[in-house]
């Protein structure tokens, strides 16, 4: 057949479902991500059981908020589909289905691989039946001298109601006998107590590894423990089952800001409303009898789809108290993360005059965070600092940027933080530190009206001389000195006068009233961040149509934004090549013929969590480059308060690209490239390849 008279297909419109990925199950596809790194023998085995147990808790999370979230559209009765074309049904479904091969894969993981290698290793977990009769007897002791006083079983007959259970609460369901007949009762087992209780070894001394004598840890279940000693809570019935089961409940909580007369009440009053929410799942093991599986469905009013069913110990998140023993064998090699020179806490070192010098730019965990902690303790007891402006989204425990904060504070500083209360899941940490912060004199912002400010920048207003000089700090990260050291991120001093100005503007949102929708070098979502980021991916197509190369490099944790994937859908059209390193959603299918030929999709997990967000833009060799806190999803680009931020320094800049991102693209060992049905294939080299973190910890740690 003639060219001439060949078929001529046509690219589909980009608005065609088919041209999109869903949400959930591509977050799904990472936690199965998550589990491959658990199944990784080239992790140490307790790293390997981290993993897993982070599997668990981030599958609570994502029935607790997505399954949630979706369950709450369905009983709202509208017709809502999903970016590719599901209905809610259809969504929960495949998520169902989903979840049962991980649950399934993860569980046989644990049972065949994972506890008989730990076992290897002197690292027992035992079940309750395979204890000698003297560990049983000091069980027994165990239980009554540090359980039982704790425990609290509660009925349920005629006159008395089916027990409140809250979420995540592990429980047993026990079924007793009178002379009555039998009766249900549920005991919570107690989150405040080890899940895994110590079993005293059967050994004559310590095991041995190659010439050095180890400690042998064994532990069992701590609702085993209590399953095999109910006949202490239950006197004179007779036992006749028990069965541990999981519940998950609702988090998605909408808070009624609108409304509001305090927004630190209101978040409060949601926080504790978020108890009483709606079942979203059960998990129960798999011996449960139908009839107390039953008694359950009826009265948490679940549906038979809202049960998943569990062969081995429920709720393996629990794993994570496991890590504690002193076995650094079994870990990843501990290190010290690199202070670049000028930025240390001696008492010569002054911060000020090397931010002044140039910019800094940090990359944690393998830079250290603590040059971000010494600017805020110099700026609280330096006489010259005037003032101290910082956003707050998730702090963690016993912070010394708080403690900064509060010194500066003491010292008479005028300070003002913007503390976000809607931080999901952080929400009771966060009105614990605001309030905490007020007490002590300090301004402190709740949240603005419809958007969470997840925007990371601090702003120090020092007097020098005549003048008044402003220094910024700015991150792809929370200011959490704890996950600083487990995440990647990257952080940013400046003392550029139009970047001090737009931070000083941003502040001023915040804390007072602006309707500002001008910024000089910033961009700020919800007003000039996603149209400035079309506006330059639409530069670099211009570039491509001219004959100049276009090339797209963005690093974030999510892809999910419509608007920015038809941008670099066409862009990837007009020949532009878009490298796209992106660690969980991704809604974009590279590789399909006509849309995305020119896209690349990877996803990089390994010993740290990949958080840091780069956006590079190569602009005919005249390169820009923004990092900052927004992921490309709607969340981010419409209801967040979000900046990225410029790094202009060419010495930065080509750290960036060379030292930063083409080691994540150079990954050949953690990288995993994504299909254009969704799927996800590990980088096959035959030496092991070059494991990007590794690369970097071992780049940092030459240095000290």
Known sequence: ?????????????????????????????????????????????????????????????????????????????KPETSMDGRTVTAQLEAIRAEVNKILERANDFYERELRPALNEAHVHIIDYSELNAQQCERMQTHFLQAVFPVLTPLAFDPGRPFPHMSNLSLNIAVVVKDGGGEHFARVKVPDTLPQLVRVPVATHGPAEVGSAAIQEYAFVWLEQVIMANLKYLFPGLAIVDAHPFHITRDAEVAIQEVESDDLLETVEEAVWQRRFRDVVRLQVHASMPENILNILITNLELDQNDIYRVGGPIDLSRLRHVLSIDRPDLKDKPFTPYTPPGLQAKADEDIFARIRQSDVLLHHPFESFQPVVELLRKAARDPEVLAIKMTLYRVGRKSPIVEALVEAMENGKQVAVLVELKARFDEESNIEWARQLEKEGVHVVYGLLGLKVHAKATMVVRREGEAIRRYIHMATGNYNATTARLYTDLGFFTADEQIASDVTDLFNYLTGYSAKSRYRKLLVAPVTLRPRLVELINREIEHQKAGREGHLIFKMNALEDPGIIKSLYRASQAGVKADLLVRGICCLRPGVAGISENIRVT??????????????????????????????MPRNLIRRVEILFPVEDSKLIRRLRDEILATYMADTARARVMHSDGSYKRVEHEDGGLDSQAWLLNLHSGKN
Do not use: W
């Open 1 to 77: 057949m003639p060219a001439s008279e060949l078929p001529i297909t046509k690219a589909p419109s980009l608005d065609d479902p088919s041209l999109y990925l869903n949400r959930e199950l591509s977050l799904l596809s990472f936690q199965g991500r998550v589990l491959e790194e658990a199944e990784d023998v080239r992790h140490p085995l307790l790293e390997r059981a981290k993993f897993l147990s982070i599997l668990f808790s981030n599958l609570d999370e994502f029935f607790m908020v997505r399954v949630a979230g979706l369950m709450q559209v369905m009983e709202s009765g």
């Open 603 to 632: 996803s990089i997990l390994g010993r740290f969590l990949e958080h840091s967000r780069i956006y590079y833009f190569r602009n005919d060799g005249a390169e820009e480059v923004y990092l900052g806190s927004a992921d490309m």
